[in-house]
């Protein structure tokens, strides 16, 4: 079977597209052979060969794109030539797009191509929502592990612990798709080493050597794939190619008039024109990202992009009219958009109707190979919708402990670790050979001493615009204070008449107000789950680099000597430190993380602001995480391991994790320490515990500085938001403490001491000119300088208060089980006393972070009853009005409500009111249904207590309130009924029986009476 009829699939009478004649591990396995055995000894026809495969190999990785539906009067004449090149003799080629011959009608294109439209064609009015969208039975969103062909069969059962336990690293997909492993860098690799011997060749070898050999072989990719979701870089790309297109036309002008020199926008050979250009590029709309996109895609200048040009210049891309189905109509495919110098001197031929066509229409970014792919494969979690019905098949396993993440899933993930590795190595950052056929030019990114080359820029490029800014908007800072001060001063125009002092200062934000400054433009959207992951991989990927280890200590001590030299007196100190020029100091992050630290910032402050708390899922806590791994990088410990050489016995050829093999792993790990044997060293992430202390020293004092706003910021929102979390919940309430732990147990002494030097502009000269990179690198996303850690004092006092008034207010509503339900989980935990410890040590952490009094206390200490065990039990508790007895309480009457007088000194601010003080108002015998009771039984005892006290004569006044209703006045009627409560002297409650612990206590002692005392036989 040719390669090409097996990696082609065909489609059915319902227009759903089935798999192909190989299944997908034998598929893969005959692409693998193709790269290592024909591919580089086959010369120019198996390259061509290779370039026609490509698109079916993305079609069967991805699954096929669903395109827009074409004209019928091209339909026709598509239909026309596909069935006259299906008669067509033997003696006639068909020769591809890109000049090579097929070797069967079944792999051309056209063929292919009327699958692909009778599939659009036929798909409902559902399937024309998902337009752009992968269709599915691609390789990465099947479900199961795939089995090759002759496998024996096998249960569920045993397939799903098959795919549990099976390293995808012997996967042939895997294979195929990952990255080549990058070259140790170390001195201890010899010829014999597995390191060093020449590793299996995979698809992204093969197109990075396209790349480079071949630039002019480009695919097609639709702008609507782009426009529906990242509306703004497309507004960007226009303005920024607008502006160079303009740039290079003066260029042409000023050289045919006899200029010669004239400066280009970019350069189609000098990596100078390209180096200069980049760095001093910033995005027309605020998104330099998208900008450096166009640049990298643009690099012979705009006429690189015919197609885009003629769209932006005729009008296309103002956000306002984006383009719908009519619009799409009249697409090319991308399978015959091979662009090749014979195909360009025939564009050159094209009649100027045709051309005319395409401005009235989407265009398509002419890419490489490598980068079309990248284009895919990072797009592919945004357009494919079987994810997200595997992701809601797992949520419902979930709750019966049988969830698995699916097939595709965990091998995207897995590929997407080989791509971080591969174009963001840890610890290696001089210029690489890409793909291993030669080198790429570089391009500065404006940070760090070595820049990242082309291949890696556009990745990590692509990562951010795709997921980490994707559809978030977040306001500039500049932005935000200005819609901030509109408010406010239309709130203070139309309140009351303030003097002009008052009035500027309130205009000005803090950093209390980071929540407000924060809010989207736009609608906020959520990512994806699975890019929610995707970016917390990220970020741990980044973080762990040992490079950034190296680099912050090495910074660190400069600061720490300069500090030194400071206090000594022996260097002069300028003020403000702006004009000493020996305080010079090299940037302490690498390329990539000061690449992406503006929009990794915005993607948390955003995530803080938009996303829900109470949701475990939501991109509230994904984005939380992802900042404490960024803000913590200390976390991260270099553990090593025995590098076992290939051939050794030690290989398991990917069976499961015996016990005797991790057993001989530990060993070897073991006696790697103290012998010979060759080591590596890799991070390790160790999660600290809500209670346990920080574990930051000063070699991090650098790295702290260099991301000064993304400590304060983020913690700003926090504060604000942290009132939102569930304290009142006996379950929640620990959940809830140990998130607001978390976060708080970062900031200790030393990170605040740090944080509070620069802010308060008391630091050295190096820390200040690292702040002062910092803040050059983050532009317009830039808070201003004049904000400190004392603006959040009031969010921080008020976080204080809930959580210390939730807890009391529990501990004074236990009754007799919940207070022995307590000790003895405090007693089996090994806990005691730990709930006041921990809310101790929060209010000093606050104490200190917020530069409180050290007598500070969050609520009035209350007068403690000393009744032995009636206070373990719950029989001690004070009556309504004992609260009373406080001073600083308000003047309350007997049913707790306040008088006038209470009023009056709330109002003079004599008095304040306790949080405590909120107390239950109703009749018990009426309340709503307790977690522990049930509803049923609530139900039916309240009705009999009612009727046995009503026949009995035990309660004689009605009900509720003569001549109201609960919606007209539920408070009254609350208090009405408590007063009746309080005014009877006996009554029959029989809700006890309602309550499911009273119903245990009782079966366990009929229990012990019927099987100890003989009782009940």
Known sequence: MLLEEALSSSSTSDGKSTSSPLPPSDAALALLSFLRDELPAGGISAEKRFVNLFPLIVDRAFGELNRPQPPSASEGNHNKSTSGSGSSSPGTTITSPGGSTYSSPASSPSSKLASTYTTTASSSSAEDKKLYHHADGGWLSLLNTPRPTGGASSSPSSLHHAQKTQSLDNDPIVKLLSAPKPPRQDNQAN??????????????????????????????????????????????????????????????????RGGGGGARAFGASSTAATHTTTITIEGKIGKENATRILYHLLLNGPNEQVELKKYFQSGGGNGNNVLHQKNLNQLSSPRAAFVTPMKQQQQSNTPRSTA????????????????????????????????????????????YGTSTTAYGQRVYFHLMSSYMQYYLPHGVYHHRPDGGHGTTPRVDVGAGEAPLDRTAELFLRLVIEFWVEGQVS??????????????????????????????????????????????????????????????????????????????????????????????????????????????????????????????????????????????????????????????????????????????????????????????????????ATVSSHRVEYYPAYVKPKPTSPSTYSSQWEAYVVSNLNLYTVPLAIFLKRARELDFSSTNEYPRSLALVQRVLRVFSKQVVTVLNSVLNRRADALSAS??????????????????????????????LEEIFSQ???????????????????????????SDEAALQSLLSQVRYLMHLP????????????????????????????????????????????????????????????????????????????????????????????????????????????????????????????????????????????????????????????????????
């Open 807 to 833: 807890y009391q207010k529990r501990k004074n509503e236990m009754d007799i089980f919940d207070r022995i339900e307590a000790r003895l989980n405090a007693l089996f935990s090994g806990k005691i006393g």
């Open 474 to 671: 977040p306001p500039t800072f500049a932005e935000g204070i200005q819609r901030y001060r509109n408010g406010r001063s239309a709130f203070l125009s139309t309140s009351f008449a303030s003097t002009s002092s008052s009035s500027s200062s309130s205009l000005n934000p803090t950093l209390r107000d980071s929540f407000e400054l924060t809010q989207p433009k736009t609608a906020y959207v959520s990512p994806p789950s699975q890019i929610q992951i995707g970016v917390l991989n990220l970020v741990r990927h980044l973080v762990s680099d040992v490079t950034v280890r190296n680099m912050v200590k090495n910074a660190s001590v400069s600061c720490q000597h300069r500090q030194t030299e400071e206090r000594e007196g022996r260097v002069t100190v300028t003020a403000g430190n702006d004009g000493d020029t020996s305080a010079k100091i090299v940037w302490c992050l690498p390329p990539a993380m000061s690449t992406i630290q503006p929009s990794i910032f915005n993607y948390i402050r955003v995530g803080l602001t938009c996303g829900s708390i109470h949701d475990l899922r939501s991109i509230f806590h994904r984005a939380l995480e992802a900042w404490l791994v960024w803000i913590e990088p200390w976390n991260y410990v270099m553990k090593r391991r025995a590098v076992v050489v290939s051939g050794s016995g030690s290989n398991n050829n990917g069976s499961s994790a015996s016990a005797t093999h991790r057993a001989g792993e530990f060993l070897r790990n073991a006696a």
């Open 356 to 399: 005319a066509t395409i401005t009235n229409n989407e265009p398509n970014i002419e890419l490489t190979m490598l980068e079309y792919y990248l284009f895919f494969f990072l797009r592919f979690p945004m357009a494919n919708q079987e994810w997200e019905i595997q992701l809601q098949d797992q949520l419902r396993r979930m709750r």
């Open 191 to 256: 010829n014999n080493d597995a390191y060093s011997q020449q590793q299996q060749p995979t698809l992204l070898n093969a197109l990075s050597a396209e790349s480079i050999h071949r630039p002019q072989i480009k695919f097609k990719f639709p702008l609507g794939a782009l426009s529906p979701l990242f509306m703004e870089l497309i507004q960007d790309w226009k303005q920024c190619y607008l502006e160079e297109a303009d740039k290079a036309n003066a260029a042409a002008t000023m050289a045919a």
């Open 770 to 799: 690292l702040a002062t990179m910092h803040r050059d690198n983050m532009k317009a996303f830039c808070p201003p300088s004049s904000w400190k850690l004392t603006d959040c004092q009031l969010d921080a006092t008020n976080l």
């Open 854 to 1017: 050290q007598d500070y206390q969050v609520l009035p200490e209350e007068p403690k009853s000393s009744l032995g065990w009636g206070s373990f039990l719950g029989l001690g508790r004070h009556k309504d009005g004992s609260l009373l007895e406080n001073l600083l309480v308000p003047e309350r009457d007997t049913s707790g409500r306040l008088t006038d007088k209470g009023r009056a000194q709330i109002y003079s601010g004599a008095r304040k009111c306790n949080p405590i003080d909120v107390h239950f108002v109703g009749d018990p015998l009426l309340a709503r249904v307790k977690t522990y009771e049930i509803p049923v039984l609530v139900e039916l005892t309240v009705h009999a207590s009612n009727y046995l006290n009503e026949k009995l004569g035990l309660v004689t006044e009605p009900s509720a309130v003569e001549g109201q209703t609960v919606e007209e006045d539920a408070l009254s009627k609350h208090y009405y009924e408590m007063e009746r409560y309080q005014k009877t002297l006996f009554r029959i409650n029989l809700r006890f029986l309602a309550d499911s612990r009273n119903i245990i206590f009782a079966y366990v002692l009929w229990w012990l009476f019927r099987t100890v005392g003989g009782f009940f036989q």
